[in-house]
Structure formats: structure tokens, C-alpha cells
């Protein structure tokens, strides 16, 4: 199935009948990115067919498609904003449903740029700057947008608000070039191959950013924790069992080189423990530091398991994969440990350097 469509099926069984009912549901988003990605292409291949031509009749054609290019390119920005507010739970798991609720009912008729700063200052994430790329070219790129879809005819030597989108646009790209340099931008010289370049980029680059200020280590690990407790879709083939595990597993996978930065307080406590108990052999140490790593596995897949909805192979799938994610980080930081931390007081090593209370 197309990652642009959802779907879900529901299964009712009865005594005397089974239904199934089923429901699809489509993302526009990057359709509309596609639009305006094949608008640009045409409106390329237009300037191509008549490079070296003076202004002609085949320039309605470059105004339709580089439009069609603006229009549907800031329409993937305004669908991609609103599509970050249908599952609340999933892409803001910290705030109760009914909160999100009164949040949308406010900020639905808002621009778009200002639901994407909402949904990061939900993440608690750092916002645009709003004087630089790209949330200025995107302010520039929806300005054009309102003034084609808006537009209000002027005269070109009496210009106002022409003049102000033309100030906006100035310098992001090259003007057509079969209208002389005396044309103002706005509202005919915008409409060229560099422009729609330009407009599609620009969204791309803003989703981008978006993505990586608002997508950090707690939200991944959200993720994780979401699909391992998520409760069954229904979409199951006959004797197998839901994935959400495994997804989750995956997803837990995934953020295990951000774990390292989140263990080395955990990775600290351990190790003065495991010094405190004199475990000054590397066997002995790493043998303490696998104790441990296994304990803390086995608290944690049971606690991320959900057996009630997924059975009982859910809490060995969760209990196994947390026990080797604890054991792949603590091996390498127990050595680590030991080789700087505890072999310069181990008196098989370093006889006069132990300390008198751990010369055992």
C-alpha cells in the first residue's frame, strides 16, 4: 500500500455472522508535492521548447504551469501542517487528547507557518529563526501564493501591493527571461523554471528542518514505546500475531546510539558500584556489569511488554531484545571502565598503586 494511504480493518465476530468493515484514509501532503515537482518539469520544458524567443503566446502556458507549481507547493506545506494534528497521541503522546482538542480548535484556521510553530513548541523543541532560511523563503513562497490566489489588479505605474511581492521575491531567483528587465516581478516576471524550483526546494528544505528539530531522542523513544503498547490494528493475517513488537523492537533498535549518551549517568553509578565491591578482575567486572545490564533488561521488557494484548510471546520478544539493547551498551562501557577507572588500582596490575582498602 501507498505510505499515502492509511487503512484499517475491523473484525466483528458474532455467533452467527463474522463482518469486516474497512476504512482508507489518504494523506496529501506529498501528492502535492508531486503536483508541483511535475508542474516545475513542464514549466521547464516549455522555456526549453522557445529558449532564444522574444515574449509570445506560448508564455500563458509558463504562467499556467509555474502557478500551478506555487499554488499546490505551499498546498503540500498546508497539508503536511494539518497532518501532524490528526493523531495526537501518536505525534504528541505527552498531552492528553482533550488538551490537543482545544489546541486545534484555535489553531486550525491559523496559517500554516504558525501550526508548525505550535507543534514544536508542544515537542519542546527550538523554533525557526524567523530572519533566515528557510522559514523566510516559505513566509516569501506563501506571500506569492495569497497574492496569485488573492489577486487585486493594479496599474504597473501606480504598483502597491505588486510592489511589495516583488520587494519579497527580489533576488530568490531569476526572472523570466522573455520580459525585459523594466518588468516589475510582480505579477508576470515571477513566473519562470527558476521560480518553481525555488518554490518546491523551499518547502522541501522547511519540511526538512521541521523534521529534524522536532524529531529528537525522546520523540523516538516515544515512538518505540507507543508501537510497543499500541493495541492490536486488526489487520493480522490468520495464525500470526500483531508486529506492533516487532515495530517497536525496531524502533527501540534505532535509538540505541542515542542511549549511549542517556546510560553514561547509569554507566557511572554502575561502575562505582561494582568498584565499591572490590571487582577489580576484568572477569569479575565484567561479570557484575552483565548481572546488572541483564537485571535492568528484564525490568525493562517487562515493563514495555503488553501481554494482554499481544500474548505471552510479546514478553519474551521485548524482555530478549531489552536484555541484548542493555547488554551491547554496557559491555563496551564496562570495559571502558575498567581498562582506565579500575585496572590502575588492581594489584595483579599495578601492586603498588592499589589503595589499602582494596588490597584484598
Known amino acids: ?215 529528537a531522542l525522546l520523540p523516538l523513544l516515544a515512538m518505540a514505546v507507543f508501537e510497543l503498547t499500541t493495541t492490536s490494528s486488526g489487520v493480522v493475517p490468520l495464525d500470526q500475531t500483531d508486529d506492533a513488537g516487532f515495530r517497536g523492537a525496531g524502533l527501540a533498535l534505532a535509538a540505541a546510539p542515542f542511549l549511549y549518551m542517556v546510560g553514561v549517568p547509569m554507566c557511572f553509578a554502575a561502575g562505582s558500584f561494582l568498584m565499591s565491591l572490590g571487582l577489580l578482575r576484568l572477569s569479575r567486572f565484567l561479570a557484575g556489569a552483565v548481572g546488572i545490564a541483564v537485571l535492568l533488561g528484564l525490568v525493562a521488557g517487562a515493563v514495555l511488554s503488553s501481554p494482554s494484548r499481544f500474548g505471552l510471546s510479546d514478553v519474551a520478544i521485548s524482555v530478549f531484545v531489552s536484555t541484548m539493547l542493555f547488554l551491547v551498551s554496557a559491555l563496551p562501557a564496562a570495559y571502558c571502565w575498567w581498562f582506565f577507572a579500575v585496572r590502575p588500582h588492581n594489584p595483579s596490575v599495578h601492586p603498588d598503586s592499589a589503595p589499602a582498602a582494596l588490597r584484598r
Request: proline content about 7%; hydrophobic content about 45%.
Open 1 to 215: 500500500m501507498s505510505p499515502i494511504t492509511q487503512a484499517t480493518i475491523a473484525v466483528t465476530d458474532a455467533p452467527d455472522k463474522t463482518s469486516i468493515t474497512t476504512a482508507l484514509r489518504s494523506s496529501f501532503s506529498v501528492l502535492h508535492l508531486f503536483s508541483a515537482a511535475s508542474f516545475s518539469r513542464a514549466t521547464a520544458a516549455i522555456e526549453g521548447e522557445n529558449s532564444g524567443q522574444s515574449f509570445g503566446q506560448f508564455w500563458e502556458h509558463i504562467l499556467a504551469y509555474a502557478t500551478a507549481a506555487v499554488l499546490t507547493s505551499v498546498a503540500a506545506l498546508e497539508a503536511y501542517a494539518n497532518e501532524l494534528f490528526v493523531d495526537p497521541p501518536k505525534i504528541f503522546p505527552d498531552l492528553r487528547v482533550e488538551v490537543m482538542a482545544c489546541l486545534w480548535e484555535l489553531y486550525e484556521q491559523k496559517r500554516p507557518l504558525e501550526k508548525f510553530e505550535l507543534a514544536l513548541l508542544l515537542k519542546q523543541a527550538d523554533p525557526f529563526d524567523r530572519g533566515a532560511a528557510p522559514y523566510q523563503d516559505v513566509a516569501a513562497l506563501i506571500k506569492l501564493r495569497n497574492a496569485l490566489t488573492h489577486f487585486k489588479p493594479e496599474w504597473e505605474n501606480e504598483q502597491v501591493e505588486h510592489a511589495k511581492v516583488s520587494a519579497v521575491l527580489a533576488g530568490r531567483f531569476d526572472p523570466s527571461p522573455f520580459l525585459g528587465p523594466t518588468e516589475p516581478l510582480f505579477p508576470k516576471r515571477w513566473a519562470t523554471h527558476g521560480c518553481t524550483v525555488w518554490a518546491v526546494r523551499s518547502v522541501v528544505k522547511f519540511i526538512n528542518e521541521f523534521d529534524q528539530r522536532a524529531v
